[in-house]
C-alpha cells in the first residue's frame, strides 16, 4: 500500500513537473514572438513570467543566462533600464566564454549610461576591454563615456564655450554688416569725390578764362590813334 502510494505521488510530482517546464516553454517561446513582432512590453511580461517558473525547474547555469540575456534586451527596448541591469548583471556572472563575457559587459556599460550613471558605465567598458581588447565598439562606447563625463565635470566651462561662441559669432556678424555698410559708405564717397573734383575744376577754368577775358577787355589799344 506503501508502494503505492509512494508510485502514486511520484507520477503526480512527475506531472506537475512537466506541466511547469511545458508552462516555462510555452512562457519563453511566446516571449521570443513578441519580441520579434516588437512588442517589447508584452515580450517582458511574458518573460518574467518564464523567469519565476524557471526558478522550479533543474537547468544548466547556461540555460538560466541565455533567458537573463533575453530578459535583459526586452527590458532595455522598452526602456526599463534597472530591470535591464540585473538581468544583464546575473547573466555575466554565469557566462565563461570571454568573448560573450565582454560583450555582456558592453551591454551593462550601455545600460548604465541609459541611467545616467558614466562611471560605472566607465568601469564596464574597461572590464569588457581588458578580456576583449579587439572589441571596437567597447573602445568607442568608452571614449564617448569619458567625453561626456569630461563635460559633466566641466558645465560651466563648456557653458561659456556656447556663449562665447555665439556672443563671437554675434559680434562677427554686427562686425561683418558694419565693414559691409563702410565699404558701401567708402565707395559712395570715393564716386561723389571724384564728381565734385570734376564740377570744381570745370568752374576753376570757367573762371580763369572769365578773368583773361576781363582783363583783356579792360587793357587798353596801343594800335589806336589819339586825334
Known amino acids: 500500500m506503501r508502494?503505492?502510494?509512494?508510485?502514486?505521488?511520484?507520477?503526480?510530482?512527475?506531472?506537475?513537473?512537466?506541466?511547469?517546464?511545458?508552462?516555462?516553454?510555452?512562457?519563453?517561446?511566446?516571449?521570443?514572438?513578441?519580441y520579434k513582432m516588437k512588442e517589447y512590453d508584452s515580450a517582458l511580461i511574458s518573460y518574467e513570467r518564464?523567469?519565476?517558473?524557471?526558478?522550479?525547474?533543474?537547468?544548466s547555469a547556461a540555460e538560466r543566462a541565455k533567458l537573463d540575456i533575453e530578459l535583459g534586451q526586452t527590458a532595455y527596448r522598452s526602456e526599463d533600464y534597472t530591470k535591464a541591469l540585473a538581468h544583464f548583471q546575473n547573466a555575466v556572472q554565469a557566462e565563461s566564454d570571454i568573448i560573450k563575457r565582454a560583450a555582456l559587459l558592453r551591454n551593462l556599460g550601455n545600460t548604465s549610461m541609459q541611467l545616467k550613471k558614466i562611471d560605472?558605465?566607465?568601469?564596464?567598458y574597461k572590464q569588457g576591454i581588458k578580456l576583449h581588447p579587439e572589441d571596437a565598439e567597447l573602445k568607442y562606447n568608452l571614449s564617448q563615456a569619458l567625453r561626456q563625463r569630461s563635460q559633466s565635470n566641466n558645465p560651466e566651462s563648456q557653458q561659456n564655450q556656447m556663449d562665447n561662441g555665439g556672443e563671437n559669432k554675434q559680434t562677427q556678424s554686427k562686425s561683418n554688416e558694419q565693414n559691409k555698410s563702410?565699404?558701401?559708405?567708402?565707395?559712395?564717397?570715393?564716386?561723389?569725390?571724384?564728381?565734385?573734383?570734376?564740377?570744381?575744376?570745370?568752374?576753376?577754368?570757367?573762371?580763369?578764362?572769365?578773368?583773361?577775358?576781363?582783363?583783356?577787355?579792360?587793357?587798353?589799344?596801343?594800335?589806336g590813334k589819339d586825334w
Open 120 to 124: 560605472q558605465a566607465i568601469d564596464f
Open 50 to 59: 518564464a523567469k519565476k517558473l524557471q526558478n522550479s525547474i533543474k537547468m
Open 3 to 34: 508502494n503505492l502510494i509512494f508510485f502514486s505521488l511520484c507520477i503526480v510530482y512527475g506531472t506537475l513537473r512537466s506541466q511547469e517546464v511545458d508552462s516555462y516553454s510555452d512562457s519563453a517561446s511566446h516571449a521570443q514572438e513578441l
Open 182 to 223: 563702410q565699404n558701401k559708405e567708402k565707395a559712395y564717397s570715393f564716386e561723389e569725390e571724384q564728381k565734385r573734383k570734376i564740377l570744381n575744376d570745370l568752374l576753376r577754368k570757367e573762371a580763369e578764362t572769365k578773368r583773361r577775358i576781363e582783363k583783356k577787355q579792360s587793357t587798353p589799344s596801343t594800335n
